[in-house]
């Protein structure tokens, strides 16, 4: 071939190459996948470097978009949790808690008790990291696809209450199981009055077996009758939330009371709730 057929070839190349990726920049738009244009771009070397078949070309490009929607679709979701702060599993310190099992948690953060409509209870005084715990478990939801909200229980009162104020109750009690986890943090800091330990009774209710809760208290179980203001309405709500759920103990001792030299609370220990 000569000189001039070479550059010719090579010009010819470098125009379709151009109308090639233009068609593709089209598709992905279309597609709304805008990633799919970068990804072809980026891999196409690659892939004809390596030999890799068309198939392969294709799947490669279509995971870097999957990949892609994932993680943009996972941030969304722990934006809209409301966690207001983003506390994970891996900065969890296992160490001051020589009882708690990893393998636990991390079966936990799987997401498996999900599937099943499974709760995750835990327990200790303040600073033993049962916060933590739980939002860590909370954005391991959501980072597997599931719609998470946070809120202590207070505030789920409160929105209940409003709720039951307009007649939307049963509204908002449906809406709220389309999510597949509810996080119920601070059980037990502040008594309810009647009516708002039933409107949580009725929280509780409509999800047992449906979907999942994540519920942190300071208090072990015997005490919530004094919280509800009911040791029936307590026991009846704890009979559902226990019924199949992970109960976890946290007795180490406290991040909080550590920053002070205190430390006097004994290590945690795990119990497994029979199902």
Same mark, same amino acid.
């Given at each position: 071939?000569?000189?001039?057929?070479?550059?010719?070839?090579?010009?010819?190349?470098?125009?379709?190459?151009?109308?090639?990726?233009?068609?593709?920049?089209?598709?992905?738009?279309? *597609?709304?996948?805008?990633?799919?244009?970068?990804?072809?771009?980026?891999? #196409?070397?690659?892939?004809?470097?390596?030999?890799?078949?068309?198939?392969?070309?294709?799947?490669?490009?279509?995971?870097r978009e999957v990949s892609?929607?994932?993680?943009? #679709?996972?941030?969304?979701?722990?934006?809209?949790? #409301?966690?207001?702060?983003?506390?994970?599993?891996?900065?969890?310190?296992?160490?001051?808690? !020589?009882?708690?099992?990893?393998?636990?948690?991390?079966?936990?953060?799987?997401?498996?008790?999900?599937?099943?409509?499974?709760?995750?209870?835990?327990?200790? !005084?303040?600073?033993?990291?049962?916060?933590?715990l739980a939002i860590g478990?909370?954005?391991?939801?959501?980072?597997?696809?599931h719609r998470v909200l946070?809120?202590?229980?207070?505030?789920?009162?409160?929105?209940?209450?409003?709720?039951?104020?307009?007649?939307?109750?049963?509204?908002?009690?449906?809406?709220?199981?389309?999510?597949?986890? *509810?996080?119920?943090?601070?059980?037990?800091?502040? !008594?309810?009055?009647?009516?708002? =330990?039933?409107?949580?009774?009725?929280?509780?209710?409509?999800?047992?077996?449906?979907?999942?809760?994540?519920?942190?208290?300071?208090?072990?179980?015997?005490?919530?009758?004094?919280?509800?203001?009911?040791? =029936?309405?307590?026991?009846?709500?704890?009979?559902?939330?226990?019924?199949? =759920?992970?109960?976890?103990? *946290?007795?180490?001792?406290?991040?909080?009371?550590?920053?002070?030299?205190?430390?006097?609370? !004994?290590?945690?220990?795990?119990?497994?709730?029979?199902?």
């Amino acid at each position: 071939m000569t000189a001039t057929s070479k550059t010719a070839a090579t010009s010819k190349n470098a125009a379709t190459s151009s109308e090639t990726g233009k068609q593709i920049d089209y598709l992905a738009r279309a *597609l709304k996948a805008p990633r799919i244009r970068e990804a072809a771009a980026r891999l #196409g070397d690659q892939a004809r470097d390596a030999g890799w078949t068309h198939e392969e070309y294709l799947a490669a490009v279509l995971d870097r978009e999957v990949s892609a929607r994932d993680a943009s #679709g996972a941030h969304l979701r722990i934006r809209a949790a #409301g966690f207001g702060a983003t506390k994970t599993i891996e900065d969890f310190v296992f160490d001051h808690h !020589p009882g708690l099992k990893r393998d636990t948690i991390a079966h936990l953060g799987t997401g498996t008790f999900l599937a099943k409509a499974h709760n995750v209870v835990l327990l200790g !005084p303040p600073g033993t990291g049962k916060t933590h715990l739980a939002i860590g478990l909370g954005i391991k939801a959501a980072q597997t696809g599931h719609r998470v909200l946070f809120a202590t229980a207070t505030e789920w009162v409160t929105r209940l209450q409003a709720a039951h104020n307009t007649g939307r109750l049963g509204d908002e009690l449906a809406r709220l199981r389309r999510y597949g986890l *509810l996080i119920v943090d601070e059980v037990g800091y502040i !008594p309810f009055e009647q009516d708002a =330990a039933n409107l949580f009774f009725q929280l509780v209710s409509s999800r047992y077996e449906h979907a999942s809760l994540i519920l942190t208290s300071n208090l072990p179980f015997a005490r919530w009758g004094d919280v509800f203001g009911d040791q =029936a309405v307590a026991a009846a709500m704890i009979d559902r939330i226990v019924h199949h =759920a992970e109960v976890i103990t *946290l007795k180490g001792s406290s991040h909080r009371l550590r920053n002070t030299g205190i430390d006097t609370l !004994p290590s945690a220990r795990t119990e497994n709730t029979p199902h």
